[in-house]
């Protein structure tokens, strides 16, 4: 958010260039998924910056739709909450804050959907700069200075912040665990930074506009997404079994390009399309069951066919791995998500907050650390956000990363991973994943992957 802090000023959009608008065609013309919702935004802003609509003839005065605390309580002019995200000062301005968007909406409106992420965008452009306008106040109250009070503001860049944090939380592969690419520091804590030295590098954004979006993102967790969905249907996680009858060189190759054999029509909750899917199991016939968690269901998909059947499941369960509380000891947990047992039932746990996979043999008194375990990372000896695991009858371990949106293969006792599956960006395209989340295989060694975002089960053929 640019900003301005005096009652007098004149606070104009400096000459219109082309440049940022150059460079931010560049980067639509270079991504291969544009989210609906997502590019809709960015067209607004970008016509709004050219007063395409007349309505918003204002933008060559931003003076006359920034908002602040004084314009919204002492001037009660309301409509500044909602104007003013969508002005920019300069073409730069609006290149960053639309770039930045841009990579924030293709994970949050794929892993949303469209309808929730508009709802979603609609309260925080709201709630971000009423939160501004509270800011204002307490500063100038807190600090007895009542420049703070006319703290007027434009720019998206709250509305990013916010979608920064909401980001993190559900997808922390998203927030790096460096800063300039070499400092180390959590994800949770990485807006944190970017706050303080956004503010340092460029003096004359608002720092309150920021923080109000961080704050806005804080208050958004969980989402409108989470309540609806998670919590109706939490006891449909995985359903997984033993690969018993196949077995798998461990040097051998998938062919990268995948087939829909369930789903692949869009979110929803008709026997043709899936909603959440969270796992699934391939029996020595090729069907594919399937844990539709947000249709509360578990349905069958028989091989070869495009409709699926609803069927029944229910199972009980004792403690087997953790019990002892949040953390990273061997003897605990953090979010576990996925679990697969072998021939030997012995236990293979998901932690997805502490970026590894832990074995827990049977009768054993304490658990084994097969991967990961070195934060979030891209690194063939990391694991980043691990959301489906299974492994083989030679111990090979195979693991769904949601952080990096593919599918590695962990041979007994290695220290490294490969990519069998995805790895190359988000996307909808046969070699792609997005946000995978629950492998199997079937008799003859081809893997089926849970392609969460794109609402279909993807199988890679064993070349």
């Known amino acids: 958010m640019f900003s301005s802090r005096s009652r007098h000023s004149n606070y104009h959009q400096?000459?219109?260039?082309?440049?940022?608008?150059?460079?931010?065609?560049?980067?639509?013309g270079r991504s291969s998924h544009l989210p609906p919702i997502t590019l809709a935004i960015i067209i607004l802003n970008v016509l709004i910056y050219?007063?395409?609509?007349?309505?918003?003839?204002?933008?060559?005065?931003?003076?006359?739709?920034?908002?602040?605390?004084?314009?919204?309580?002492?001037?009660?002019?309301?409509?500044?909450?909602?104007?003013a995200p969508f002005f920019h000062g300069d073409d730069m301005h609006l290149y960053y804050n639309m770039a930045s968007f841009l990579y924030k909406g293709q994970q949050l409106e794929t892993l949303f959907g469209s309808q929730y992420f508009a709802l979603l965008l609609t309260m925080l452009t709201l709630l971000s700069s009423l939160m501004l306008v509270l800011l204002g106040q307490l500063a100038s109250s807190l600090l007895d200075n009542p420049e703070y009070l006319f703290t007027c503001a434009v720019g998206f860049s709250a509305v990013?912040?916010?979608?920064?944090?909401?980001?993190?939380?559900?997808?922390?592969?998203?927030?790096?665990?460096?800063?300039?690419?070499?400092?180390?520091?959590?994800?949770?804590?990485?807006?944190?930074?970017?706050?303080?030295?956004?503010?340092?590098?460029?003096?004359?954004?608002?720092?309150?506009g920021h923080l109000a979006g961080i704050l806005v993102g804080l208050l958004k967790n969980p989402s409108i997404?989470?309540?609806?969905?998670?919590?109706?249907?939490?006891?449909?996680?995985?359903?997984?079994?033993?690969?018993?009858?196949?077995?798998?060189?461990?040097?051998?190759?998938?062919?990268?390009?995948?087939?829909?054999?369930?789903?692949?029509?869009?979110?929803?909750g008709s026997n043709n399309q899936l909603w959440g899917a969270h796992g699934l199991y391939v029996?020595?016939?090729?069907?594919?069951?399937?844990?539709?968690?947000?249709?509360?269901?578990?349905?069958e998909w028989k091989h070869?066919?495009?409709?699926?059947?609803?069927?029944?499941?229910?199972?009980?369960?004792?403690?087997?791995?953790g019990g002892n509380g949040k953390g990273s000891r061997l003897d605990q947990l953090n979010s576990p998500r996925f679990l697969f047992v072998d021939r030997d039932y012995s236990v293979y746990v998901g932690d997805r907050d502490n970026q590894l996979v832990m074995k827990c043999p049977k009768s054993a008194k304490?658990?084994?650390?097969?991967?990961?375990?070195?934060?979030?990372?891209?690194?063939?000896?990391?694991?980043?956000?691990?959301n489906g695991i299974v492994v083989d009858q030679l111990g090979t371990l195979y693991v769904a990363e949601?952080?990096?949106?593919?599918?590695?293969?962990?041979?007994?006792?290695?220290?490294?991973?490969?990519?069998?599956?995805?790895?190359?960006?988000?996307?909808?395209?046969?070699?792609?994943?997005?946000?995978?989340?629950?492998?199997?295989?079937?008799?003859?060694?081809?893997?089926?992957?849970?392609?969460?975002?794109n609402y279909r089960v993807q199988r890679f053929d064993i070349d």
């Open 14 to 28: 400096t000459n219109r260039s082309y440049y940022g608008i150059i460079l931010l065609l560049a980067e639509l």
């Open 50 to 83: 050219f007063d395409i609509f007349p309505l918003f003839d204002l933008s060559s005065d931003l003076q006359s739709v920034c908002v602040s605390t004084y314009t919204v309580l002492d001037q009660g002019d309301y409509m500044r909450i909602l104007l």
């Open 160 to 208: 990013i912040f916010a979608l920064k944090v909401i980001a993190t939380h559900y997808t922390p592969a998203y927030g790096s665990n460096t800063f300039l690419g070499f400092i180390p520091i959590s994800a949770k804590y990485i807006v944190w930074v970017e706050l303080v030295v956004i503010q340092l590098i460029t003096p004359n954004v608002s720092f309150l």
């Open 225 to 268: 997404h989470e309540i609806d969905f998670e919590a109706s249907a939490s006891s449909f996680c995985l359903i997984s079994a033993p690969l018993r009858s196949a077995i798998i060189h461990p040097h051998a190759r998938w062919i990268p390009t995948g087939v829909t054999v369930a789903g692949g029509y869009g979110r929803g």
């Open 283 to 299: 029996d020595k016939n090729k069907n594919v069951y399937i844990a539709d968690f947000a249709n509360s269901r578990i349905i």
């Open 304 to 321: 070869g066919s495009k409709i699926g059947q609803v069927v029944a499941g229910e199972s009980v369960g004792t403690v087997v791995a």
């Open 366 to 386: 304490s658990d084994i650390l097969v991967t990961g375990g070195q934060d979030l990372g891209s690194d063939p000896k990391q694991t980043a956000c691990v």
């Open 402 to 453: 949601e952080g990096h949106h593919r599918v590695t293969r962990w041979v007994k006792e290695a220290t490294e991973s490969i990519v069998i599956a995805g790895g190359i960006g988000i996307g909808e395209q046969a070699n792609q994943l997005t946000i995978p989340c629950g492998l199997s295989f079937d008799k003859d060694g081809n893997i089926y992957v849970i392609d969460y975002g």
